[in-house]
């Protein structure tokens, strides 16, 4: 009862944190910045060094030079507040995606953690830890984004259903007498995951846009109020299947890293700058890699964190009023990037010109594009079909041509059932270019 009054607390706070003033936010990120910053110093090894070589105290933490992944899982001892090893988290989190019984938490002297594990799609794979507290702050805002008819919603019975690689404990803290959860196993053969959705019948459905895309072929029947799209970005044909199939489609972003990017009534994706400050780092085309740092989370503080996705900006105000930034397009990971010859120098290409070529193929289901040599593109097509590989071909060559790229080799092939639990990359870098 107490975990239920106290999500319920959370959501009615994030009513009030939804600005319509862009001055009133970044006062409000102020504030916050300035009660979690000196609090994190004290509490975070990794964190206070930091500080310390670069010579900064905690109220310039805007100047402290970004980490990454790489570097937050090599110093992850020291740098969440628990006192938990990454051997442990590990050994936890490993244990439950073998045995699918992710109930475990890890015992601390601050209380019981969460644990778990990215799926590691940018090459390196991320554990995040979250506290009760955290928990159930965060089922609040993901009830008062996503529950469908806010607030009304709350006096119907809710169906949530949700399809993921491991199961969502984080989800589970909104649970109640009239909100239903049942896990989807991804893991399982489509066709079992395919008829118990139907029999579920949701009102609310939560997965991978790819495994949604994979349950209505294998003849899936349901009409959720929402339909919420997470782990990959979101395509417009990804959008326009799945709205024809179930219902209206919205989008969240998050990663191991937070909630990073909830979506408006109007259905555009606005960063969670109520609890998440953002710094851009301009990368070019109008592509920037965020900065963030996370003003509310300390069990594993998230302090100048250089995320890998790219995203393209909205310049334009959203009809709905709100201050938060909306982004235009997640368009993939950074290391997602090809790297071909164009008169004799690198010319980078962003994943969104591979996809869009593709994306003009009739008939083409799904593919993946990987550069697999100096100026060779390996093409993987369902269905790989000789007028499919053609047109294929026919399409990204002329997108390459027109970015200026020279010589390209394609090569082409069927593509290859993906992994159980794996999370889909359509364009990826197999091989790198050798450092400048």
């Not at 003849?219 to 109020?225: E, I, L, N």
């Not at 109008?286 to 996370?294: E, S």
């Not at 964190?305 to 235009?328: N, T």
């Not at 690198?346 to 993946?368: C, K, S």
Request: aromatic residues 6%.
């Amino acid at each position: 009862m107490f975990e239920r009054l106290a999500v319920l607390g959370s959501a009615l706070r994030e009513s009030r944190s939804m600005f319509r003033e862009r001055a009133a936010l970044e006062r409000h990120q102020t504030r916050l910045a300035g009660q979690q910053l000196p609090w994190v110093v004290a509490h975070s090894a990794y964190t206070a060094e930091r500080f310390r070589q670069a010579g900064l105290a905690a109220a310039e933490w805007r100047a402290l030079p970004s980490i990454g992944k790489r570097e937050m899982m090599a110093n992850f001892g020291a740098l969440n507040t628990v006192g938990l090893s990454l051997d442990q988290v590990l050994r936890v989190a490993r244990r439950a995606e073998d045995s699918r019984d992710f109930s475990p938490m890890l015992p601390t002297p601050s209380g019981e953690i969460t644990v778990g594990l990215s799926s590691g799609t940018s090459g390196s794979q991320g554990a995040f830890l979250v506290s009760r507290a955290e928990r159930l702050a965060w089922a609040g805002v993901m009830l008062r984004q996503l529950l469908p008819g806010w607030p009304a919603g709350l006096l119907r019975p809710q169906r949530v259903a949700f399809v993921l690689r491991a199961e969502g404990q984080l989800y589970r803290s909104v649970s109640s007498a009239r909100i239903h959860f049942q896990f989807l196993d991804l893991l399982r053969p489509v066709d079992e995951l395919a008829a118990e959705l139907s029999r579920a019948d949701p009102t609310l459905l939560i997965g991978p846009p790819s495994v949604l895309r994979a349950l209505l072929r294998a003849g899936a029947r349901a009409r959720p109020q929402r339909v919420v799209s997470v782990a990959e970005v979101l395509e417009d044909d990804d959008r326009a299947a799945l709205e024809s199939g179930f219902g209206p489609v919205a989008e969240v972003y998050q990663a191991t890293e937070g909630l990073l990017a909830l979506p408006c009534p109007h259905g555009h994706l606005h960063l969670n700058e109520a609890h998440v400050h953002f710094d851009f780092e301009p990368l070019g085309g109008g592509y920037v890699r965020p900065v963030l740092t996370d003003l509310r989370r300390r069990a594993q503080p998230m302090i100048r964190h250089r995320l890998d996705d790219l995203l393209v900006l909205a310049q334009e105000p959203c009809p709905c009023g709100l201050a938060a930034r909306r982004i235009e397009r997640i368009a993939g990971r950074q290391d997602d990037a090809l790297s071909l010859p164009a008169a004799g120098k690198r010319l980078t290409v962003w994943p969104d010109f591979v996809r869009a070529a593709l994306g003009r193929v009739p008939f083409l289901r799904e593919y993946r594009a990987e550069q697999v040599g100096e100026r060779h593109l390996s093409l993987q097509l369902d269905p790989d079909l000789p007028a499919v590989r053609e047109a294929a071909g026919r399409e990204v060559q002329a997108a390459l041509n027109r970015l200026g790229a020279e010589a390209v080799v394609l090569s082409f092939g069927p593509l290859p059932a993906a992994p159980p639990g794996a999370k889909r990359r359509r364009v990826a870098q197999r091989w790198k270019p050798p450092a400048d």
